[in-house]
Nanobody
Framework: QVQLVESGGGLVQPGGSLRLSCAAS????????MGWYRQTPGKQRELVAY???????IYADSVKGRFTISRDNAKNTVYLQMNSLKPEDTAVYYC?????????WGQGTQVTVSS
């Protein structure tokens, strides 16, 4: 089972960019479906994007064309490049690793989009 640690969050102005990273330790990273989710206070955690072990990618409609998910299996890392950020993208972003029988979460990283 993998363990996940996110990094790269912070404060950015509207229209700016950030890149989140999620480093996995443990075995079998390449067979996990890796995803990014986000949550704001009082709301349910929502899917941002995920990438399967075979490279299939799904994005939430709200981030299509602005965010890009990628993975580097040699580095056991998944990335989320976020461009053209909006105030409504403000949230805690969580990395997730899923395969049958396993559902693993990171601790989350805060992204704040504000002028």
């Amino acid at each position: 089972q993998v363990q996940l640690v996110e990094s790269g969050g912070g404060l950015v102005q509207p229209g700016g960019s950030l890149r989140l990273s999620c480093a996995a330790s443990g075995s079998s990273f390449s067979i996990y479906r890796m995803g990014w989710y986000r949550q704001t206070p009082g709301k349910q955690r929502e899917l941002v994007a995920y990438i399967t072990s075979g490279g299939i990618i799904i994005y939430a409609d709200s981030v299509k064309g602005r965010f890009t998910i990628s993975r580097d299996n040699a580095k056991n890392t998944v990335y989320l490049q976020m461009n053209s950020l909006k105030p409504e993208d403000t949230a805690v972003y969580y990395c997730n690793g899923w395969r049958i029988g396993y559902d693993v979460w990171g601790q989350g990283t805060q992204v704040t989009v504000s002028s």
